[in-house]
Each structure stands twice: as C-alpha cells, then as structure tokens.
C-alpha cells in the first residue's frame, strides 16, 4: 500500500543506548519530516529534509541526527538516548496537494 | 513554540450533533489545515484552506479562515461514532520549506 512506512512501532531503551528510526515513503514525494509528540502537546518538529540531500533542523533537533538516504528514506537517530526523549515519533512525507501523509508511529521509551 | 492555539481542549457531544473546534495562530500563513488522529494512529489530512480563501467545504466538514484574526473554525455536520478523535491544526508559514506547526488539539468524543 502506498503511504509512509515507520520502523519499529516500539521501542523500549536504556539511557544512554543509540537507536536509528526509519522511515521509508513511496508516493515519489521530495520532502520529508520527523515529528515527536508527547502527552497534551501537538507535533513539534525535530528535523526535516526538503529534498534528498538536503536536511535543516527544526524546533527541538537537540539530540537527535538525521539520513536523507534517498528520495524513499529519511532516518532519525538517537546517539545517546535519555528519558527526556521518552515519546511518539512521526515521520512524513508531503505531496503536491500540500498535506501531509504521516506514518503510523513509533513509540519509544528510554529508562 | 506552539504557532495554532486550539479551543476547546475536550468536546464531548451527542451523536448527529454538529462539532465545532477554533484554532488560533500567530503569524502569517500560507495556508492552514486541519488533520485527525485516532487514538494510537498517525495523523490524517482533512482539509487545507490556503490564505485567500475565507471557506472550504469537503463532505461534512466546514473550515472557516479569518486571516485579519488569524483563526480558523472546523465544523463537523452530523457527528458520528467514528469521528470520535482528535483533531489539529496546522500553520504553514510563508517563509516555504512546508513546515508544518501544529497546535495542542481538540480531543472529540461523540456519545452514542
């Protein structure tokens, strides 16, 4: 089915462990997003990437890096994970008609 | 920072009721628009109204923008079981890069 695919749903990690996020879309989209969104808040966004090769932070990037892969892929990683970035992360992609399609989570939690 | 404001927090109403959420923002836009996430789900697009417009009509949903006062309006005709959700707001601003800003959301529960 086309649309945004995210990998893992869930992931449990100590403080301190490194993870990587993927995201892959296949709707042929240039831009992609990372999203986090915690209990009471709307989606703040972390970093974005407006085509391949390119990448540019947004509201909240400490802590996290980011992979323009390809036009498909756009991963997010977390060095060195605390519990401050205990949350649910988005990923999506936009199209022509400027709305986003989101993927359907992962829920991450650092101990 | 949070660019849309959204009231009511909660809105709890009967089924075929009509529901009505407001979003407010802070600065310029390109557009506004309006998603829904069910509980546990991602986001889905709703509707986008761009800034000329003052109305926007798609099914059973109304969107309102009132760019002098910078807010907009969602209405839900007939309310159903399964718009229980909730609904966010969305600025994009006219600095480009399609960036998104979300508000806090409208929690919606319709009762049976």
């Known amino acids: 089915n086309a649309g945004v695919t995210q990998t893992p749903k869930f992931q449990v990690l100590k403080t301190g462990q490194s993870m990587t996020l993927q995201c892959a879309q296949d709707m042929n989209h240039n831009s992609m997003y990372w999203y986090r969104q915690d209990p009471g808040m709307g989606l703040r966004l972390i970093y974005y990437?407006?085509?391949?090769?390119?990448?540019d932070k947004g509201e909240v990037p400490n802590g996290y890096n980011v992979s323009r892969l390809n036009k498909r892929e756009f991963s997010l990683r977390l060095e060195s994970a605390a519990p401050s970035q205990t949350s649910v992360y988005f990923c999506?992609?936009?199209?022509?008609?400027?709305?986003?399609?989101f993927g359907s989570g992962t829920r991450l939690t650092v101990v | 920072s949070q660019q849309g404001e959204e009231d009511p927090q909660a809105l709890s109403i009967q089924e075929g009721e009509n529901a009505t959420m407001n979003c407010s923002y802070k600065t310029s836009i390109n557009n506004l628009q309006w998603y829904r996430q069910n509980s546990g789900r991602g986001l889905v697009h709703l509707i986008l109204i761009r800034s000329n417009e003052r109305e926007k009509h798609s099914g059973r949903l109304r969107v309102t923008l009132d760019t002098s006062k910078k807010s907009s309006s969602l209405l839900i005709t007939a309310s159903r079981a399964a718009d229980t959700a909730s609904y966010f707001c969305?600025?994009?601003?006219?600095?480009?890069?399609?960036?998104?800003?979300f508000g806090q959301g409208t929690r919606l529960t319709i009762n049976p």
């Open positions: 969305a600025t994009d601003g006219v600095q480009g890069a399609q960036k998104l800003v």
């Open positions: 990437s407006a085509s391949e090769g390119t990448t």
């Open positions: 999506a992609s936009i199209g022509n008609n400027y709305g986003y399609t």
